[in-house]
């Protein structure tokens, strides 16, 4: 009886291997934009710590936040956003020229789930590279806090983070899936993922109307606050985690909803 859906489980998971494979082969093909590209993230994580040092430098306070809880704050950021990057931010970006160019046609007629192979077919192995730094930073972060999380934080805030990332997926698409009708929509990808920025500061520091949409429509700033809130042993309210699963959970089955109309409505480029 659960012949079949171990079969076809195997099936994706070879699929998604040769996946790997050719990403790997790619990257290897061109270096040296390999390592300059792991240069440049890495020089931007630096100015954002910098970025905090300077605050940092006249207060020791932001929001109810110390300096080592915002430097944790911003190294679960980066590397929520890191692996983000490397799954996903490459192939939601890219299904604008799917659509344009006609090229998703040929995925239609491919005998796999046409959402599985446009999110997943292509992986940024800088991603993994940079996720590596920003898990040096966490350490430290909590070393100086004088912080042992136990199996538990680490367990719920590694949870955590792929509940985030499935998050900010189906925003993505959300919004990728705008090229159904506007052919060009990398714009509006990117501005939603430069708001990634946001959920490097303390949640307590916004206010109004602000906090409200940047923390239950766009939780940008959720999704980065409530990991780091877990490992540092910070987390005050329970139900910020109940939050965060129930957003992420809608906002997956709005974006598969919104998927499956614009994919009805899809009628290729050569017609």
């Known amino acids: 009886m659960n012949a079949a859906p171990q079969t076809k489980f195997s099936r994706y998971a070879s699929i998604y291997i040769e996946l790997w494979k050719n990403s790997v082969a790619r990257e290897m093909g061109f270096k040296s934009n390999f390592i300059l590209w792991i ?11 910098a970025f905090f040092n300077v605050i940092y430098s006249h207060t020791n306070n932001i929001a109810g936040w110390t300096r080592w809880q915002v430097v944790l704050l911003v190294g679960a950021s980066h590397f929520i956003q890191q692996l983000f990057q490397a799954f996903f931010l490459t192939n939601c970006v890219n299904l604008s020229e799917l659509v344009r160019t006609g090229k998703l046609d040929f995925m239609l007629l491919l005998p796999v789930n046409t959402r599985f192979l446009v999110s997943l077919r292509t992986v940024d192995l800088c991603g993994f590279v940079n996720a590596s730094s920003a898990v040096g930073v966490m350490i430290f972060a909590l070393h100086k806090l004088h912080i042992v999380p136990s199996a538990g934080n680490i367990i719920g ?8 990332i499935l998050l900010h997926y189906s925003l993505m698409m959300i919004l990728a899936a705008s090229a159904f009708y506007t052919v060009r929509a990398q714009g ?6 430069q708001m990634f920025n946001l959920a490097r500061m303390p949640d ?9 949409v940047f ?5 940008v700033t959720l999704v980065s606050n409530v990991p780091a ?3 540092a042993n910070m987390l005050d309210r329970p139900s910020r985690v109940l939050v965060l699963l129930a957003i992420a959970a809608g906002w997956f089955v709005v974006s598969e909803l919104i998927w499956r109309f614009s994919l009805r409505r899809y009628t290729s480029a050569s017609s």
């Open 188 to 193: 509006i990808v990117w501005g939603y993922y």
């Open 229 to 231: 809130r877990t490992l």
């Open 39 to 49: 240069i440049v993230e890495l020089l931007w994580f630096m100015l954002q710590l």
């Open 157 to 164: 805030f590694a949870l955590l983070v792929l509940c985030g």
């Open 215 to 219: 923390t239950y429509i766009l939780p």
């Open 204 to 212: 307590t520091a916004f206010r109004g109307l602000f906090r409200a």
